[in-house]
Every structure is written in C-alpha cells, then in structure tokens.
C-alpha cells in the first residue's frame, strides 16, 4: 500500500515556470516507479515524466528540455520541474508509482491543477 498525495499546482503565465511536489508513504520501498501523468479536459491521460528506482528517466517528447523529475529519497518526494511553461501543459497533473512486490501494482494520487494562460 502506497499513498501518494501531490502539491504545487496553480495559475502561471505562458513562459512561467512552476514545481510540483508528490509525497509518498506508506510501503514506498516496493516502489519501482514513480512518475507523473497528466489529463487535459476532453483528452487522455498521457505520460509526462518518470523516474525508476535505477535512478533512469524517461519523458513524453513534449515536456522534454522544459520539465525536470527528480527525487528526494530521504523525503520519500518526487519533483517535477516545469519550465517554459505553454497554455497546451494545462492539465490535472497526477502522480503515479508502480510497485513491485510479488505483483505489480498501481497507485495514483488524486492530483494537482496546472493552468497556464496566455
């Protein structure tokens, strides 16, 4: 069992940047990924950015070069840096972890609004 509870979200300006923060605990040493989806209205949750317990990452295509996953183990945190930020990155932003422990699992957190205007 794992929660994930995800901060950060708001209002910023086309160009503007913003940091999105994902808090897990619970058995957070089964994670095995951990990463962020995101779903515009009238659109499907899409991949953004995750992050493997390798330390490995991987990105959609179109946040590559503006957005930046991290993770902070000793706060069982995960970050997803957005920069340069585009009115097409407004979406609900939700964190997501696999876990690997005799089955794989999936946990998502309730999520997080991003808007960014023109």
């Known amino acids: 069992q794992v929660q994930l509870v995800e901060s950060g979200g708001g209002l910023v300006q086309a160009g503007g940047s913003l940091r999105l923060s994902c808090a897990a605990s619970g058995n957070i040493n089964s994670i095995y990924t951990i990463g962020w989806h995101r779903q515009a209205p009238g659109k499907q949750r899409e991949l953004v950015a995750i992050?493997?317990?390798?330390?490995?990452?991987n990105y959609a295509e179109s946040v590559k070069g503006r957005f930046t996953i991290s993770r902070d183990n000793a706060k069982n945190t995960v970050y997803l840096q957005m920069n340069s930020l585009d009115p097409k990155d407004t979406a609900v932003y939700y964190c997501?972890?696999?876990?690997?422990?005799?089955?794989?699992?999936?946990?998502w957190g309730r999520g997080t609004q991003v808007t960014v205007s023109s």
């Open positions: 992050i493997a317990r390798t330390g490995d990452t």
């Open positions: 997501k972890a696999t876990l690997v422990d005799g089955q794989i699992l999936t946990y």
